[in-house]
């Protein structure tokens, strides 16, 4: 059996907002008709850890060129290449040890590709050994306007020990996007490497057409979906029931970082 995930964080910038678990009512922005009966939104939104920006900032992209500015800041900063966050070098410098001074991670990069932005979020995360971490934008929680965030899985044994970074698509020019610390940015959680792996086994794979199901396919079809709207005394949140059931007991179907 494979073990837990062990999921831990380091943190390098030291006011960073702390890793949160995630949210299943997304701190009561979800409706709650969904956060009561619709199980499948619920598990989504409460699975992993909630990772936020490490200062509050805003970004201006005029189609050529990135500008930044700290909240509270008085001025735009182009963003040439990379950018430190701020005195983050100096303090870099005094805590590492030798042979690693002036090699601190940047905290924003304008990538090649036009109005493409990554943002370092401030921290580290291991994981044990056949785990991956999934990172996503924040499920089911209200994006922050005007940006497209990538979604990618890190092998957390070949990364061994490097920041984590988030790349964003910039989608709208002239407008000043402001990213807040208190808002989650990314949504990560572990999963187990061979899920990957029997997914990659799958590529390729021909659904069965109508003609071809058979009694058994029918009648999960007739449980999941005729009977329960047949019933006039149907309950909301069946399937919320059964599947909160299974979960509690089964170990493997419960909030699994």
């Known amino acids: 059996m494979l073990d837990q995930p062990n999921l831990k964080f380091f943190r390098y910038y030291p006011d960073a907002p702390s890793p949160m678990r995630a949210d299943e009512s997304a701190v009561g922005t979800l409706p709650t008709r969904a956060f009561r009966y619709c199980e499948a939104v619920r598990l989504a939104g409460g699975w992993g850890y909630w990772l936020f920006p490490p200062l509050s900032f805003s970004v201006v992209w005029d189609g050529r060129q990135i500008m930044w500015q700290k909240a509270g ?47 370092s979020l401030g921290l580290i995360a291991t994981a044990s050994p056949g785990w991956l971490l999934y990172m996503r934008p924040a499920a089911n929680f209200p994006s922050i306007p005007y940006i497209e965030g990538f979604v990618g899985i890190v092998d957390a044994e070949a990364y061994q020990f490097g920041p984590i970074f988030t790349n964003l698509r910039l989608c709208k020019t002239d ?5 807040p610390a208190d808002r989650p940015l990314v949504q990560l959680s572990a999963v187990p490497r061979q899920l990957l792996t029997a997914d990659a086994k799958l590529r390729g794979a021909t659904p069965i057409d109508i003609s071809g199901w058979t009694s058994t396919e029918w009648e999960g079809y007739r449980q999941t979906v005729l009977d329960p709207n047949s019933r006039l005394d149907r309950r909301y949140g069946e399937y919320a029931t059964r599947a909160r059931k299974l979960a509690a007991g089964c170990p493997a179907h419960g909030r699994a970082a």
């Open 175 to 179: 407008t000043a996007i402001a990213f």
């Open 73 to 119: 800041g008085c001025q735009w900063e182009p963003l040439q290449d990379a950018a430190h966050f701020p005195g983050f070098p100096e303090s870099w410098d005094v805590s590492c040890p030798e042979g690693f001074s002036g090699m601190c991670p940047p905290f924003l990069t304008a990538l090649p590709e036009p109005g493409l932005l990554q943002v």
